[in-house]
DNA sequence: CTCAGTGCAAACCGTTTGCAGAACG
DNA sequence: CGTTCTGCAAACGGTTTGCACTGAG
């Protein structure tokens, strides 16, 4: 019954919290561990309904808070008015994301300069880096094939370009 | 009347979108970029009403999306559960943030490495970039020499850490 | 004068919370 | 069995929208 040896995880987290095992909490917990995607909660809802499992809203925030707690998972908020979350389980530590604005897409990928910069701002600003976020935003190779441009709407001569 | 040389700006933008140029319109945008800050729809409300202007929250949000529209103001979200808004007029062409866990103190840092992290995802993924967000948490110089800790909570032996 | 903008209040929507009943330990 | 969880529905809070009225061009 303790399918995914990372529920397995979850549950030792709980139980070092003094707090319940319960069924609803692993149910949730082994759709977001089986998904390698950006859930939201909509996302772990519908997982949950194709496996006949009827989990109220409020428990699956509940338990993505544990999840998140339990530093399992990661909450994303890629600004579309809710958050996503994902697993904190694959084999690249640490990742950033690539977001296709047009599509919605997000790829991850690895950026071996974040550690420098973060050592430069603890050095100049005496401040103490615990976790970043680096986004790209953009077009994807297929929306670019696929002949979409982003509109520009701005001023036609804006004062100063980045 | 046309205090800001910016309202000038946005007043020009307005006008080539055959958009009426209003007298709140004026007062939000002057609001924004009289303010080196963050500021939420709130904070602007605020500096409004102490300068005995009654303007709508509805106007005040319409505003804002022309002010994003015009690419004269930038938005950004801090993950609070409510977006902010600064103007794009400073000297510093791109900033990402330094945002405290603890004090929610938001510094602005350079960092001339993106172009070229831009330039790698471009290569690798085909991917086009158009903006960027690179936020970094963590402790400031001030809450650290208050003797501040971030408090960590997660599983006692984590099986990857970052 | 006409058409878009404004203010108000209601609607929206993701998320949180209160509470009666169910489950864990 | 006491304590915590669950599900429901109502509350919440930032943002958006519908509509009668005001104001810009």
């Known amino acids: 019954m303790s399918e995914h040896p990372f529920i397995r995880l979850f549950n030792r987290y709980l139980r070092e919290q003094g707090l319940p095992v319960t069924h609803q909490r692993n149910r949730v917990a082994a759709a977001v ?11 772990i809802e ?6 006949d499992e009827r989990i109220g809203k409020a428990t699956i925030y509940r338990t993505l808070d544990l999840l998140v707690k339990s530093r399992l998972v990661e909450e994303h908020d890629f600004g579309e008015g809710f958050k996503r979350y994902e697993h904190r389980l694959s084999r690249t530590p640490v990742h950033q994301h690539l977001i296709c604005s047009e599509c919605g897409d997000v790829e991850e990928f690895e950026s071996p300069e974040m550690p420098a910069i973060e050592a430069r ?25 696929a002949g979409v441009t982003l ?12």
Do not use: K, T
């Open 46 to 51: 519908g997982i949950l309904r194709a496996q």
């Open 121 to 145: 701002v603890a050095r100049e600003f005496g401040f103490r880096p615990s976790r970043h976020r680096l986004e790209i935003y953009g077009l994807c190779r297929s929306c670019q094939e």
């Open 151 to 162: 509109s520009q709407e701005g001023l036609a001569c804006p004062i100063e370009v980045a």
């Open 33 to 43: 561990f089986g998904s390698e995607d950006h859930l939201s909660v909509d996302d």
